[in-house]
Nanobody, 127 residues
Framework: QVQLVESGGGLVQAGDSLRLSCAAS????????MGWFRQAPGKEREFVAA????????YYADSVKGRFTISRDNAKNTVDLQMNSLKPEDTAVYYC????????????????????WGQGTQVTVSS
């Protein structure tokens, strides 16, 4: 089992920055590829970003490419999502997820590939 706890959400204005963090416990963190997903009201959960087990590879949704950066610290068992130039359409609940079974980009964009999920943190961007 892997337990994931997100933090760092909040209410910001368009153009602001926010940094989300996800703390993991349980199984060996470096054995997990990690992802961030989001879900807006009335919409399906969607991929935002993912990072490989070693941190050497990162993947982004087109909608956030160039604005968001995912990073991980395997010594601290954390994965962060730095969000810059936020837009109202970024408003959603953001979820951290972990998978031990997949480690490459095209396999990490799907919700179904992840075994463990956090409870989510709300990000609201006002215009």
């Amino acid at each position: 089992q892997v337990q994931l706890v997100e933090s760092g959400g909040g209410l910001v204005q368009a153009g602001d920055s926010l940094r989300l963090s996800c703390a993991a416990s349980g199984r060996t963190f470096s054995d997990q590829a990690m992802g961030w997903f989001r879900q807006a009201p009335g919409k399906e959960r969607e991929f935002v970003a993912a990072i490989s087990r070693s941190g050497s590879s990162t993947y982004y949704a087109d909608s956030v490419k160039g604005r968001f950066t995912i990073s991980r610290d395997n010594a601290k068992n954390t994965v962060d999502l730095q969000m810059n130039s936020l837009k109202p359409e970024d408003t959603a609940v953001y979820y951290c997820a972990a998978t031990s079974r997949y480690n490459s980009g095209s396999l990490l964009v799907r919700v179904s590939r992840y075994e463990y999920w956090g409870q989510g943190t709300q990000v609201t961007v006002s215009s």
